[in-house]
């Protein structure tokens, strides 16, 4: 089955610096790659994904890289305030939807005022 | 949207006592949901996948008699802890996905005392 690998596991960075994430997936098949923020005792919240058709995709502050060749996809986000600390996840599946997600070991990302 | 309610909220139950854990989609019909347990600092961790009218597929490592899960309709599914014991407390969280339809539920906090 599919194997997320996530790192690194706690990252801080002063307020205004970039943060970036960066995963690895073992089955080629999987197509989805959301990322999630959960902070304590809440839900995960997706904050942004891409498909395997795309190499990359912006949102404002927040971007994801994707190369399927090496099995790898990066969250990359500028700018960073104090509200961006949180946990981050990567996931990967094979579609998106109704299809089961499997999860990254999770990024404490602190952002340092 | 996709929006998964989750009841209860949190739950403390006495060891060897079981507790039923609802997850429902409230603006969709979920015809697959999944179920996730997450420890304290940890990543999601899958436990079972449903869908609506069949059994549920778990995940290697589950006990499928001590985790029962229900499908009965496309809006609702639920989660028994049977015979609860303190290993089990964790944060349960519910997924549900339609077509291109992901939510995810506040999650439910369990302690087994």
């Known amino acids: 089955g599919e194997n997320v690998e996530q790192h690194p596991s706690t990252l801080s960075v002063q307020e205004g610096d970039s943060a970036v994430i960066k995963c690895t997936y073992s089955d080629s098949a999987s197509n989805y790659f959301p990322w999630y923020k959960q902070e304590l005792g809440k839900r995960p919240q997706l904050i942004i994904d891409i498909r395997s058709n795309v190499g990359e995709k912006k949102d404002q502050r927040i971007a994801v890289t994707l190369n399927k060749t090496a099995k790898h996809f990066s969250l990359h986000i500028t700018e960073t305030q104090p509200e961006d600390s949180a946990v981050y996840f990567c996931?990967?599946?094979?579609?998106?939807?109704?299809?089961?997600?499997?999860f990254g070991q999770g990024t404490r990302l602190t952002i340092n005022p | 949207g996709a929006v998964v309610s989750q009841h209860p909220s949190w739950v403390i139950c006495k060891s060897g006592t079981s507790v039923k854990i609802e997850c429902r989609s409230l603006d969709f019909q979920a015809t697959t949901m999944f179920w996730y347990r997450q420890f304290p600092k940890q990543s999601l961790m899958l436990m079972a996948t449903s869908n609506e009218g069949s059994k549920a597929t778990y995940e290697q490592g589950v006990e499928k008699d001590k985790f029962l899960i229900n499908h009965a309709s496309l809006t609702l599914s639920t989660l028994t802890v049977t015979s609860a014991h303190p290993e089990d407390s964790s944060f349960y969280i519910c997924?549900?996905?339609?077509?291109?339809?992901?939510?995810f539920g506040p999650g439910t906090r369990l302690t087994v005392t």
């Open positions: 997924s549900a996905g339609q077509g291109t339809k992901r939510g």
């Open positions: 996931a990967a599946s094979m579609v998106q939807g109704a299809q089961k997600l499997v």
